[in-house]
């Protein structure tokens, strides 16, 4: 990295510091009296957090974390299904994928099962996502997957209520390890809902409902006693036994489980809650138990421990059998209280809209590089892809393709300067067919994509144009042609042509609003066509040693149908350059073309004294006159109202404010609090 990079990364942290400085001018609980199963200790029987909004994280605890965790498919592609066959498809691939599943799908023939492999994550789109009449089936010696935030419905046999004739579960595992299932509903299957079988380890199930049903959830069918299990925040409503039946379990941790509405059916044996059978090890803790018969149970070879624990209209048998284990030695967790229990996981178990809408890809945790994050993302991509960078640089040129909608890059230092995307590329340097690199060649990230979003980081193109004679110093660090583009407390760095905001075509408009960002430059920095907003951010002119001619900050090209090019507003435009030896921008005419009326205003937004007393220039024999080149209200050392600088009348300006040049025909407004 070049030093002025360093210099400036610092310099725009105290610049953003003092900017925000300057801009700063559940349901209730049941009635009636409810017992503790235990002796109230010191917190009492129900001790554990406050309720929350959100008890739930998007990833795995408990064992499900440990040994290596779970990540599913971190690390591969990102693919949306809405059919039996691309599910199928993806699910059972030997290369790691994260798939998204969108909609209702509907297997054939009923009952189907659709085998999942290692290393998968499935997720439903919000909370319609749903596989109806089929199952998904983990084979053994499958390792690593997760499964959240769908429905499976309806493979229930009629007539045969106890699933003797078909063995039709939900989900069904035999000897896997690291699955996380959750946020799941399983409901009116033809045998078990959810079957974790035989050896299967480092298991987790949490916030899933189980409803509907008969044999809601078992563990076991094997001699052996190795499985590690934890259960948390699960709601069984309307199901009769396994609520779970845990059998031969090394540690099966349950928390912060809601059963309640038990069926009804007179069976004075086989209705009953949570069952520790076997030799397993069981411990209970803060749950909550309504209307149900046998709440807790344990063989008498089996150990199982309940604490904290909250019984309504319950009867039968409450078990307390040897030691069991201190879950608290294998991981740490956070027990919510139980009175909070019925609230929360009622509020919180099941589907959600807000799952599966925002898929996290991490560099390079999971992906080495971000041009490798990005390619995971699909062409024709619906959902949004968020690309957490953690703090770093990534020297590298990165590629947001046309088809790759709704990406994200965010990086996750506590500054936008502890994380750095940067490359050196000139546009006058030689591609290997002997052409230059021109703008997309130069630029260090180019976004053809829609609504594409940034916050938190930086970009540079730190190519050093004072070390080398070139013809054709041009150095981007971004470049955009998509619409609906996003930048949020981010920084350019660079010196010529640091920033463009362009649009596929001429007559083509797109939209870009950057705030709460910085960026520097010299000769035409800030260029493009596209439509762009810069709010609330510093614009910093860098001197290039001259007394006269240090560089210009815009050079626009907007479409003469477009109303609106660049606006730059409550922001703050500083300069190390000697005064008068700024300007604020020429009319760019890509190729000549005289249908490119550049639009440029400044508003409200301070001026150093590095700006001329006659901001406005000619280029390239287009005169400046002819051009959109206006102020209103601007500020500081280097404002002036003369004849030389157009100023907007209060009515002109009122037309011209930052939701007018956003919102184009489908009323983008991401200035606005509901938008952010």
């Known amino acids: 990295m070049h030093l002025r990079t360093q210099r400036t990364r610092a310099r725009a942290r105290t610049l953003a510091t003092a900017l925000a400085l300057a801009t700063a001018f559940l349901l209730p609980s049941a009635p009636g009296a409810a017992t503790a199963a235990t002796p109230a200790t010191a917190d009492g029987p129900s001790a554990g957090r406050p309720a929350a909004d959100r008890t739930w994280t998007d990833t795995p605890h408990g064992f499900a974390s440990l040994a290596g965790g779970t990540t599913g498919g971190r690390g591969g592609r990102v693919v949306t299904v809405s059919t039996q066959a691309d ?54 010696g499958t390792s690593n997957v997760i499964i959240r ?153 089996a150990e199982l421990v309940q604490r904290g624990s909250i019984l309504k209209n319950t009867r039968g048998r409450t078990d307390a059998r040897g030691t069991a284990f201190e879950p608290r030695d294998f991981y740490p967790y956070t027990l919510d209280r139980a009175a909070d229990v019925p609230a929360l ?28 994050a990005v390619d995971a993302v699909p062409a024709g991509n619906e959902g949004r892809v968020t690309v957490r960078l953690a703090p770093g640089t990534y020297r590298e040129h990165v590629r947001i393709g046309r088809n790759q909608r709704y990406v994200s890059l965010v990086g996750t230092g506590r500054d936008r300067a502890d994380t750095l995307i940067v490359f050196d590329t000139p546009s006058g340097e030689l591609k290997p067919d002997g052409t230059t690199q021109g703008s997309w060649g ?62 596929p075509v001429l007559t083509q408009k797109a939209r870009v609003y950057l705030t709460d960002s910085y960026i520097e430059g010299d000769v035409d920095f800030i260029y493009g066509r596209a439509t762009t907003v810069i ?13 006269t001619n240090n560089g210009y900050i815009t050079a626009a090209s907007t479409w003469k149908d477009n109303p609106y090019g660049f606006l730059i507003t409550r922001s703050r435009i500083i300069s190390d350059a000697p005064a008068d030896s700024f300007h604020l921008g020429r009319p760019w005419h890509p190729s000549g073309n005289p249908d490119a009326i550049g639009q440029v205003l400044i508003r409200e937004t301070l001026l150093p004294a590095a700006v001329r007393a006659s901001p406005w220039t000619d280029m390239s024999g287009f005169p400046w006159r002819e051009a959109r080149f206006a102020e209103y209200r601007t500020y500081g050392p280097g404002a002036a109202v003369t004849a030389d600088r157009p100023q907007l009348t209060p009515a002109e300006a009122a037309r011209h404010e930052v939701g007018d040049y956003l919102a184009g025909e489908d009323g983008w407004a991401p200035h606005t609090p509901t938008h952010r």
Not at 125 to 135: K, N, Q, R
Not at 281 to 294: A, F, G, L
């Open 87 to 140: 599910l199928a498809r993806y699910a059972g691939a030997s290369e790691p994928y994260i798939i998204r599943v969108a909609g209702s799908l509907a297997v054939e023939p009923f009952g189907h099962d659709i085998d999942v492999t290692s290393n998968k994550t499935i997720v439903g789109v919000g909370d319609t996502a749903e596989i109806v009449h089929g199952e998904l089936h983990l084979n053994p």
């Open 442 to 503: 130069s630029a260090t990230v180019v976004v053809e994509g829609n609504d594409f979003t940034a916050r938190n980081l930086t970009f540079s193109n730190d190519f050093d144009e004072a070390a080398v004679e070139l013809n054709g110093e041009q150095a981007l660090a971004v470049k955009t042609t998509g619409d609906r583009l996003t930048f949020t407390d981010t920084a350019f760095l660079g010196n010529q042509d640091t920033l463009m905001t362009d649009t």
């Open 149 to 301: 935030n769908l429905t499976i419905r309806d493979s229930y046999v009629e007539g045969d209520w106890d699933g003797k004739t078909t063995d039709f579960d939900a989900i069904q595992m035999d000897s896997v390890d690291h699955v996380w299932i959750d946020h799941n509903r399983l409901t009116h299957m033809g045998d078990g809902l959810l079957d974790i079988r035989k050896d299967s380890e480092y298991i987790t199930v949490s916030y899933n409902r189980f409803d509907q049903h008969n044999k809601a959830f078992g563990i076991g069918w094997t001699e052996n006693v190795k499985t590690q299990i934890t259960i948390d925040h699960n709601w069984f409503s309307g199901t009769k036994q396994r609520n779970p039946s845990v059998d031969n379990c090394a540690y099966a941790h349950l928390y912060n489980n809601y059963l309640s509405a038990q069926v009804a059916d007179g069976d004075p044996l086989w209705t009953y809650g949570n069952w520790a059978r076997g030799a397993t090890k069981m411990v209970i803790e803060n749950s909550y138990y309504r209307d149900v018969q046998h709440p807790y149970q344990a063989d008498a070879t």
């Open 535 to 547: 709010e609330n951010s510093v614009i910093k002119a860098l001197s290039r040693g001259s007394d």
């Open 345 to 372: 996981v009622t509020r919180h178990a099941g589907p959600r809209k807000d799952i599966g809408t925002d898929t996290v890809l991490r560099v390079p945790a999971d992906y080495p590089t971000v041009q490798s």
